[in-house]
């Protein structure tokens, strides 16, 4: 069963940036796709942005032009780089990975101060 562990959450100013990483543990089939989803208190879960094994990308509005995510195919890794953070970008930040099934790691939390 394919783990997914993340990293780099953290506190930061309205316009800094946070880089957010994601590992993978066993064996991934291909294609896929990794992603990173946001949850905000009482809000629900929403995607962030997502790219497929060939590179393919989809970002949400909210952080087209300020966010950019990457991965590793070699490392089986996804990252997001987020710059020009907004205190509305504050929420818990998931990994994701679709394959023939839908795995989340445990998410690491990103705080935006205005």
């Known amino acids: 069963q394919v783990q997914l562990v993340e990293s780099g959450g953290g506190l930061v100013q309205a316009g800094g940036s946070l880089r957010l990483s994601c590992v993978t543990s066993?064996?991934?089939?291909?294609?896929?796709?990794m992603g990173w989803y946001r949850q905000a208190p009482g809000e629900q879960r929403e995607l962030v942005a997502r790219i497929t094994t060939s590179g393919r990308t989809n970002y949400a509005d909210f952080v087209k032009g300020r966010f950019t995510i990457s991965r590793d195919n070699a490392k089986n890794t996804v990252s997001l780089q987020m710059n020009s953070l907004k205190p509305e970008d504050t929420a818990v930040y998931y990994c994701?990975?679709?394959?023939?099934?839908?795995?989340w790691g445990q998410g690491t939390q990103v705080t935006v101060s205005s």
């Open positions: 994701n990975l679709v394959t023939l099934y839908n795995s």
């Open positions: 066993g064996r991934l089939s291909r294609p896929n796709t």
